[in-house]
């Protein structure tokens, strides 16, 4: 249904995700906008229940809930009310509308919604006066994203000033060699004990360190790859195993057939894309001269809880890195702190190809796979959409 807006989706995500604030997007067609009529869609649903606003799992068909809104304008909000029910027709499938919403957006327009106070707020993004007022303090869009905004945790901020001691004892020698020399010292600078564990490393906080490239900024440098989690496919449901992914896609390099690839929104050369336009299933579909069709699916909810476990609250840290006498020093400099992970709008990020799907994987001597995880990743560059963005710390300030 958002593939219908009249403006981007992508830069909806990313404003209300940098001010920290969970956002449900609406799309009225021209039929549903003569109608009086939206469809709630499955991530309306999930928005709508983890902002604790509605349940429709327990609603019975042909009752309505009737909920305080509002329409936020650039110098006032219109109070309105917006209804929520499951029609006695058909299979009862959830709806929502706007008192007057005729009045403050057009068809395709896109909306986004927040919680606040026990009452819903509605944007219309594809208004250029509303969107602009988002950057002017004092207007309204700007101060209700600023009553929304979360303070930082007593972990986050315990952890912010260890990171700025660390900082100050200049470089450090690493404790091993290789890639990952730089995340492990800092943990055994902060006294985590090296474990296998899933589980986040400091109090509930996820710590991801890379080393810094270029010269030193304030960011994670624009367009680095950054694996978000890995997950196995649901091979049950799925037409492919992974011996069969890898003989139909595969290509034989150095006498060994692999495929090392990334599959996004739109095909790739060995013709496969992602399609998460059901909402319910991320789905790996292939178009070649050999194969036409899915190969292999993943359960929505299921990537939705690894994103939000994972990446629960992240503190992604770069290190300048030097080499002195054949040995690598680390020096902490920055900090990019993430929290709670835009989950609800998990079909819309791989149907805009934010997050895309890494295989990686070899025939093994034995005849069997070897597979390095099945990497979701986005690049550094799209944070905003994925993650409400607490902010970026200067660790020598």
Same mark, same amino acid.
């Given at each position: 249904?958002?593939?219908?807006?009249?403006?981007?989706? @992508?830069?909806?995500?990313?404003?209300?995700?940098?001010?920290?604030?969970?956002?449900?997007?609406?799309?009225?067609?021209?039929?549903?906008?003569?109608?009086?009529?939206?469809?709630?869609?499955?991530?309306?649903?999930?928005?709508?229940?983890?902002?604790?606003?509605?349940?429709?799992?327990?609603?019975?068909?042909?009752?309505?809930?009737?909920?305080?809104?509002?329409?936020?304008?650039?110098?006032?909000?219109?109070?309105?009310?917006?209804?929520?029910?499951?029609?006695?027709?058909?299979?009862?499938?959830?709806?929502?509308?706007?008192?007057?919403?005729?009045?403050?957006?057009? $068809?395709?327009?896109?909306?986004?919604?927040?919680?606040?106070?026990?009452?819903?707020?509605?944007?219309?993004?594809?208004?250029?006066?509303?969107?602009?007022?988002?950057?002017? $303090?004092?207007?309204?869009?700007?101060?209700?994203?600023?009553?929304?905004?979360?303070?930082?945790?007593?972990?986050?901020?315990?952890?912010?000033?260890?990171?700025?001691?660390?900082?100050?004892?200049?470089?450090?020698?690493?404790?091993?060699?290789?890639?990952?020399?730089?995340?492990?010292?800092?943990?055994?600078?902060?006294?985590?004990?090296?474990?296998?564990?899933?589980?986040?490393?400091?109090?509930?906080?996820?710590?991801?360190?890379?080393?810094?490239?270029?010269?030193?900024?304030?960011?994670?440098?624009?367009?680095?790859?950054?694996?978000?989690?890995?997950?196995? $496919?649901?091979?049950?449901?799925?037409?492919?195993?992974?011996?069969?992914?890898?003989?139909?896609?595969?290509?034989?390099?150095?006498?060994?057939?692999?495929?090392?690839?990334?599959?996004?929104?739109?095909?790739?050369?060995?013709?496969?894309?992602?399609?998460?336009?059901?909402?319910?299933?991320?789905?790996?579909?292939?178009?070649?001269?050999?194969?036409?069709?899915?190969?292999?699916?993943?359960?929505? @909810?299921?990537?939705?809880?690894?994103?939000?476990?994972?990446?629960?609250?992240?503190?992604?840290?770069?290190?300048?890195?030097?080499?002195?006498?054949?040995?690598?020093?680390?020096?902490?400099?920055?900090?990019?702190?993430?929290?709670?992970?835009?989950?609800?709008?998990?079909?819309?990020?791989?149907?805009?190809?934010?997050?895309?799907?890494?295989?990686?994987?070899?025939?093994?001597?034995?005849?069997?796979?070897?597979?390095?995880?099945?990497?979701?990743?986005?690049?550094?560059?799209?944070?905003?959409?994925?993650?409400?963005?607490?902010?970026?710390?200067?660790?020598?300030?």
């Amino acid at each position: 249904m958002l593939k219908v807006a009249n403006t981007s989706v @992508d830069d909806a995500l990313k404003l209300f995700n940098g001010a920290g604030v969970a956002t449900g997007l609406l799309v009225p067609t021209a039929t549903g906008y003569k109608k009086s009529i939206m469809d709630a869609t499955l991530s309306v649903r999930d928005f709508l229940r983890e902002t604790g606003m509605h349940e429709y799992s327990t609603q019975k068909q042909g009752l309505k809930r009737y909920v305080p809104a509002n329409f936020v304008l650039p110098d006032n909000c219109v109070k309105t009310t917006a209804s929520l029910y499951r029609p006695v027709t058909k299979k009862g499938d959830p709806r929502i509308w706007f008192s007057k919403l005729t009045k403050y957006c057009k $068809p395709t327009d896109l909306l986004a919604m927040i919680a606040h106070g026990g009452e819903l707020y509605v944007f219309n993004m594809s208004n250029q006066d509303v969107v602009q007022s988002f950057g002017v $303090p004092g207007s309204c869009p700007h101060e209700i994203l600023a009553e929304c905004a979360e303070v930082m945790s007593p972990e986050a901020s315990e952890l912010l000033s260890k990171l700025k001691k660390i900082h100050a004892q200049g470089y450090v020698p690493g404790i091993k060699h290789g890639d990952t020399d730089v995340g492990m010292t800092l943990e055994n600078l902060l006294g985590i004990k090296p474990n296998a564990d899933k589980a986040p490393d400091y109090k509930g906080i996820e710590l991801k360190t890379s080393r810094k490239l270029g010269k030193a900024v304030a960011s994670i440098p624009k367009n680095k790859k950054v694996t978000l989690f890995t997950n196995t $496919p649901d091979w049950k449901r799925s037409k492919f195993d992974a011996l069969g992914i890898l003989k139909t896609f595969g290509y034989v390099e150095n006498g060994r057939l692999q495929l090392y690839c990334t599959v996004s929104n739109i095909a790739n050369p060995q013709g496969l894309y992602l399609d998460a336009h059901n909402e319910i299933d991320l789905i790996n579909k292939a178009k070649t001269d050999k194969y036409t069709g899915d190969v292999a699916v993943w359960a929505l @909810d299921v990537l939705k809880t690894r994103l939000a476990e994972k990446h629960h609250e992240t503190f992604w840290i770069q290190a300048s890195s030097r080499v002195i006498d054949g040995k690598e020093y680390f020096q902490y400099d920055f900090v990019r702190h993430t929290r709670k992970p835009n989950t609800v709008n998990l079909a819309s990020l791989f149907d805009a190809g934010i997050i895309t799907l890494d295989y990686a994987m070899h025939i093994k001597p034995s005849g069997g796979v070897r597979d390095h995880g099945y990497l979701f990743r986005t690049t550094s560059d799209k944070f905003p959409h994925i993650f409400p963005l607490e902010r970026v710390y200067d660790l020598s300030k």
